[in-house]
């Protein structure tokens, strides 16, 4: 006997597929239902918590942690570096807030509590704060890596020192990294490593001649080259 089933057409085969997709769907959510409304009102949950800790946690602490640090950040503008990092019995210093707040006051405490230190000679502490600014100011963190410097030259690691003076001058192009790499010039040559030292001093009249470090470098070019 002959089938006389017709074939469906591709639109007709379009409508059973979408059909069948649907019953499917329609399946699958009432057999995950309740899971489904659980994971939704977990995550609206979890939303919440988030929001809340924002609001009544975070928010606050920062605002805090900038209150506190606004009078160690005027001491440290006129110079009282031990008042700037312990504090004066009333207002935290930069140590403090750091324990207490971490960089809720802003990455920069890191930077003041290094030189701070640096200044107070206190040089492996101040290494250890300096090394942990994370800022993105290009001249400050130039400058983070010039007293990193400045502490290893005073414990005479000349090598660590011009290490971190280069890459103070490298760090950010302007008229500060003349004197970065004068002073990086002047730990090679205390290395007994002249050829690097001239490599430094000529870097500076040929990029910087207008810095004070430019109008003076010719001396030390000469010395060198003299030897």
Do not use: W
């Not at 809340?52 to 942690?65: G, H, M, S």
């Not at 000679?121 to 250890?128: C, D, R, T, V």
Request: net charge positive; charged share 25%; with cysteine.
């Amino acid at each position: 006997m002959a089938n006389n089933k017709k074939k469906p057409t591709k639109k007709q085969a379009q409508e059973i597929d979408v059909v069948e997709a649907v019953s499917k769907t329609e399946e699958f959510f009432e057999k995950y239902k309740k899971t489904l409304i659980y994971s939704i009102f977990a995550i609206i949950a979890i939303a919440a918590i988030i929001l809340l800790i924002n609001t009544f946690y975070v928010v606050p602490q920062k605002k805090e942690a900038v209150a506190q640090t606004f009078p160690a950040e005027q001491y440290f503008r006129v110079d009282s570096f031990a008042l700037a990092l312990n504090g004066d019995g009333n207002a935290l210093g930069f140590k403090d807030i750091i324990k207490d707040y971490g960089t809720k006051g802003g990455k920069a405490v890191y930077f003041y509590a290094g030189v701070c230190e640096l200044k107070l000679g206190h040089y492996k502490e101040a290494i250890s704060y300096l090394k942990k600014y994370e800022g993105k100011d290009p001249i400050i963190k130039a400058r983070a890596l010039a007293c990193i410097g400045d502490s290893y030259a005073a414990m005479n690691d000349f090598s660590s020192a011009a290490s971190y003076y280069e890459k103070a001058a490298g760090a950010a192009d302007n008229i500060f990294a003349a004197s970065y790499l004068l002073k990086s010039g002047i730990m090679y040559e205390a290395l007994k490593k002249p050829a690097k030292a001239l490599d430094a001093y000529k870097e500076i009249k040929e990029q910087y001649p207008l810095s004070k470090e430019g109008n003076e470098i010719d001396k030390y070019i000469t010395r060198i080259e003299r030897q």
